[in-house]
């Protein structure tokens, strides 16, 4: 059975522009978190999906929102990028809420 | 909201060496995950543990669920165990997964 993918796995943008990151969950997995990983912050929760709905949100400004689709693919988008957005995206897929959950290998972001 | 605490927060060893890395957090939880970091950043799954013992291989954890910890035991070191070690929980109210800040494993040949 194929992991969760995240694409891609590096990118490189400017300050001001809008990005979008890719994560494809485990096949049969309906629920997906995002986490942002920084030195400073560590591993930080976004958001969770779970069946088109956003179920739950951390702590961030609302320059990042997300979305899920019916395959439950879901992906995640950053607007109006700062330099402090520069950072490990991890997504992880588990079958239902609350269960084990399965990372990806991670989108690296670089803002300039 | 659910505060994680991981120790030691840097461990070295020798290779063949034991360790033990400790997981504290304060409120119930039904959820408990250890994970080892690769140097590319994958989180790879240790074990799934809200409670119990589970052993795979050289490691094996126990979380005590009713005094709030979790143990992951290493045992016979390599210097491919290397990496950083995270424990995650999530609280009974919320379904957030809440990281520690890590132990970062080094094993010397």
């Known amino acids: 059975k194929a992991g969760v993918t995240q694409t891609p796995r590096y990118l490189i943008k400017t300050r001001g522009q809008q990005v979008t990151l890719s994560c494809s969950p485990i096949?049969?997995?309906?629920?997906v978190s995002w986490y942002q990983q920084t030195p400073g912050q560590g591993l930080q929760f976004l958001f969770e999906?779970?069946?088109?709905?956003?179920?739950n949100k951390g702590n961030f400004p609302g320059r990042f929102s997300g979305r899920q689709f019916s395959n439950s693919r879901s992906e995640m988008n950053v607007s109006t990028l700062e330099l402090g957005d520069s950072a490990l995206y991890l997504c992880?897929?588990?079958?239902?809420?609350?269960?084990?959950?399965?990372f990806g290998q991670g989108t690296r972001l670089t803002v300039v | 909201g659910i505060q994680v605490e991981q120790s030691p927060p840097d461990l070295i060893l020798q290779e063949g060496a034991n360790s033990t890395l400790r997981c504290n957090f304060s409120?119930?939880?039904?959820?408990l995950q250890w994970f080892h970091q690769n140097p590319w950043g994958q989180l790879i799954n240790l074990f799934y543990?809200?409670?119990g013992t589970k052993q795979n291989g050289r490691l094996s954890a126990t979380t005590v669920a009713t005094e709030r910890y979790s143990l992951l035991y290493i045992s016979s070191s390599q210097t491919t165990d290397s990496g950083v070690y995270f424990c995650?929980?999530?609280?009974?109210?919320?379904?957030?997964?809440?990281f520690g800040a890590g132990t970062r494993l080094t094993v010397k040949p």
């Open positions: 992880a897929s588990s079958p239902l809420r609350n269960t084990e959950a399965f």
């Open positions: 096949s049969g997995h309906r629920s």
């Open positions: 999906y779970f069946s088109e709905t956003q179920r």
């Open positions: 409120d119930s939880v039904n959820n």
């Open positions: 543990i809200p409670s």
């Open positions: 995650a929980v999530e609280a009974y109210n919320n379904n957030d997964m809440r």
